[in-house]
């Protein structure tokens, strides 16, 4: 990559305008505050000293920074990874706290660092494409609903928890004991103010506000002594050199293996989750594989810092998205501001009320949710609303890894379900229009006499070809004449499907009723041809458009209707009688109807079953009795059956040419049989013009095309075939001269 091009791949997400750049650099500064109290209590969850936390919100987020995609997401010492070390260093037997602690949390972090290097090269990012939107809402919600759990005890004087959801209501119920009215009443108090300032001033800083005066009030007032926790004073400036040595690890080597993969795994889903959500609203993508890669060297960051993992942290991001923020230059003004803190500010965090500190995080947490996305979910769509609360339930009662697996599964169940229960409706015609209307959802649109014709609204395989089935087979009554499936949606079939539809229209026939699949693409047809079931294209039971079906069964626009409303049922589908005027997915095209469709059915074999069927129409053309020959009729008697506009054209040219050499030396009878080609032509363009004149522009390059064709491939047949039409031009033009005016405009280019 160019300078130039990563100059303006980073100025998308580093946007450098007066205005931006001071609201960047001012949420920054707020971040880095708030990070003060929540990277100090994570950090003691984790089983390090208080500081460590600090050191974390340094190197580690300007790391990000730098090589990260999201214009406002805030990395740093998080509750999740936070609680998985400090669960995996007291398994391990390691005191929280301790000089081991201090040794073997550094040490997972690093092996967390490879493990997110590994996902980089392996591009892992891609597998939160199979996680959907309501997976991913309660996903974020049950993650904030946890730490919300945790923090709850420190609003009220206790001590923070860990675990799941039900451990964390156990740990509160437990900590009542330690209830200050005092700093509940701060905590309170603080949660109020800061969402009424979201309501009705949200562009004032009010959690910082609040965090200025909590400190001013306990520098005012002896708070501590009446019982209201304070931060711990902490050492200025960094810590010492970090220590990597093996001879303070305890355990088995597998476990730091297994505890480091499963951490690693946390940080990937959680932040790209959150942060691929935040893209979303946005409205920008996010490049989840270089995402990885700025989680990796974060964490790198973090190790040598001292610090437990980094993680995306969702209820910061919640706060800063609150000033507008539109860069990384945010991150950047937060590690800047830290490192004040750090050699500057220190003294001052002693006087930070620990309530008033933990209502700003669960104000954020709280704002982060989105239980507004399940309510419109329950009014759309129960099913996904059923995935969010699965993925939610899932996070709070087994926590974020199995949360992932469990909506992970949930996704591909839901995707299971729609597969198997598409869409599925019954179409007529309304009176005066031209097209396909499903019954159930217009009022006005009747059935077609004698007819089914069934709209299925997804791909065909062997889970869901029994509701196809049903579905028809529930339909047809006993004046049932065809049966018309519109496959529009159907852009996949297994060989079971393939069989199954063989085996229906065998049975349909047996009854005496005409079976046809249309409007497919024509890769459907290769899959049947591939899948044993070719029959379906050589009888003409598969057609382009439901209209072309309808012609072939000799159903004619007007189509003749039901006198009276016929009632289909589709099985799980509840019965809607609304007054839709128009629905684009129960629409035929007219046009789709004017385009060579025995080319769309047989791909490169339809030249040899044009040939196929001319030479069935030849044989009636020869044997029939002058001025007798029916071109409708011939139709009904081929394999084939009614044949597209487009394709009949081509059919008369090949039928031309089949005509020299049958009937060489008998030049009245072919003149006379040329004649009736020539009039057959006439009606075909006389429709095409009907319908649309652009119809009849393509019919014409069509029928040059055909000619420069045979003129390349064979000179002696074509030289012949316009001597033929120039004595027929000559004898007609003494008869009718208009006529042969016409002949002769389609004949000459």
Request: proline share 4%.
């Given at each position: ?11 998308k997400f580093f946007p450098i305008t007066p205005k931006n750049l001071f609201r960047d650099i001012f949420g920054g500064a707020i971040i880095a505050l708030i990070s003060i109290p929540i990277s100090m209590g994570y950090a003691q969850i984790a089983g390090l000293p208080m500081q460590y936390g600090l050191y974390g919100s340094v190197f580690p ?685 389609i004949y000459t280019k």
């Amino acid at each position: 990559m160019s300078v130039t091009e990563h100059t303006e791949k980073r100025n998308k997400f580093f946007p450098i305008t007066p205005k931006n750049l001071f609201r960047d650099i001012f949420g920054g500064a707020i971040i880095a505050l708030i990070s003060i109290p929540i990277s100090m209590g994570y950090a003691q969850i984790a089983g390090l000293p208080m500081q460590y936390g600090l050191y974390g919100s340094v190197f580690p987020i300007l790391i990000f920074a730098l090589l990260t995609t999201s214009r406002d997401f805030v990395f740093g010492v998080d509750a999740a990874p936070a609680a998985l070390v400090g669960s995996a260093i007291a398994s391990m037997g390691i005191q929280s706290g301790s000089d081991q602690a201090k040794t073997v949390v550094p040490v997972l972090t690093l092996m967390i660092a490879g493990w997110l290097l590994l996902f980089f090269l392996l591009k892992a990012g891609r597998i939160v494409q199979y996680i959907s939107t309501p997976v991913m809402g309660g996903f974020v919600t049950g993650i904030c609903c946890t730490i919300i759990l945790m923090q709850i005890p420190k609003l009220f004087g206790g001590a923070p928890g860990t675990g799941e959801a039900p451990e964390l209501v156990m740990h509160i119920i437990g900590q009542a004991g330690k209830f200050n009215l005092l700093s509940f009443a701060l905590g309170i108090t603080t949660i109020v103010l800061i969402m009424l300032g979201k309501a009705f001033i949200p562009k004032v800083p009010v959690s910082v506000i609040v965090m200025g005066a909590g400190a001013l009030l306990s520098v005012l007032c002896p708070v501590k002594d009446m019982g209201v926790t304070l931060l711990p004073e902490v050492e200025r400036g960094f810590g010492g050199a970090v220590s990597f040595s093996a001879d303070n690890m305890s355990g088995n080597i597998t476990e730091y293996i297994f505890s480091s993969l499963s951490i690693a795994l946390v940080i990937l889903a959680e932040s790209l989750l959150a942060s691929r959500g935040n893209a979303m609203k946005d409205g920008y993508r996010l490049d989840s594989n270089r995402e990885i890669l700025g989680y990796s060297a974060a964490n790198f960051a973090a190790a040598l810092s001292g610090c437990c993992p980094v993680n995306a942290s969702v209820s910061r991001t919640g706060i800063v998205r609150q000033f507008g923020v539109s860069s990384q230059w945010m991150s950047v003004s937060a590690c800047i501001s830290m490192i004040v803190v750090l050699f500057a500010a220190t003294p001052m965090i002693g006087y930070l009320p620990v309530p008033v500190l933990t209502a700003i995080v669960v104000s954020a947490l709280m704002n982060a949710c989105e239980f507004g996305e399940a309510f419109h979910l329950w009014k759309s769509s129960k099913k996904e609303f059923y995935i969010f609360m699965g993925a939610f339930a899932a996070v709070l009662l087994f926590g974020t890894v199995y949360g992932v697996i469990i909506g992970v599964v949930l996704s591909f169940i839901a995707v299971i379900i729609s597969a198997v229960t598409p869409p599925r409706s019954f179409l007529g015609v309304i009176r005066g229009k031209d097209d396909f209307y499903a019954l159930e959802r217009n009022k006005d649109a009747r059935p077609v006499k004698e007819t089914v014709i069934y709209r299925f609204g997804g791909n065909l395989f062997f889970a869901n070809i029994d509701t196809f089935q049903n579905d028809i087979e529930n339909a047809v009554r006993e004046d049932t004449k065809f049966i018309i499936v519109n496959a529009g949606a159907v852009g996949n079939i297994d060989t079971t499907a393939a069989e199954r539809l063989l085996i229906m229209y065998k049975s349909f026939r047996d009854r005496g009723i005409s079976f046809y699949i249309t409007e497919h693409p024509g890769e459907v047809n290769d899959m049947l041809r591939r899948y044993g079931a070719e029959e379906l294209l050589k009888s003409g039971a598969v057609r382009m458009t439901v209209k072309l079906a309808l012609r072939d069964a000799g159903i004619n626009y007007p189509y003749p209707l039901e006198r009276s409303s016929v009632s289909y049922k589709i099985a799980g589908q509840k019965r809607s009688r609304s007054r839709t005027r128009r629905n684009p997915r129960n629409i035929t095209l007219s046009s789709k109807g004017l385009q060579p469709e025995l080319e769309w059915v047989f791909g490169r074999q339809a030249p040899e079953y044009m040939e196929l069927i001319a030479d069935e129409l030849l044989r009636d053309l020869i044997s029939a009795e002058p001025g007798s020959f029916d071109f409708v009729e011939a139709e009904k008697n081929t394999v084939w059956g009614r044949i597209n506009l487009f394709d009949e054209e081509e059919i008369i040219d090949i039928l031309e040419l089949k005509l020299l050499k049958m009937l060489e030396g008998e030049p009245r009878r072919i003149i006379r049989i040329e004649k009736l080609l020539e009039s057959r032509r006439e009606r075909i363009e006389n429709r095409m013009l009907k319908m649309d004149p652009d119809f009849l522009k393509r019919l014409k390059a069509r029928r040059n095309h055909f000619a420069r064709k045979l003129m390349s491939s064979e000179p002696e047949e074509y030289e012949k075939l316009m001597k033929l039409r120039r004595e027929y031009l000559e004898g007609l033009e003494k008869i009718n001269p208009e006529l042969a005016a016409k002949y002769k405009e389609i004949y000459t280019k």
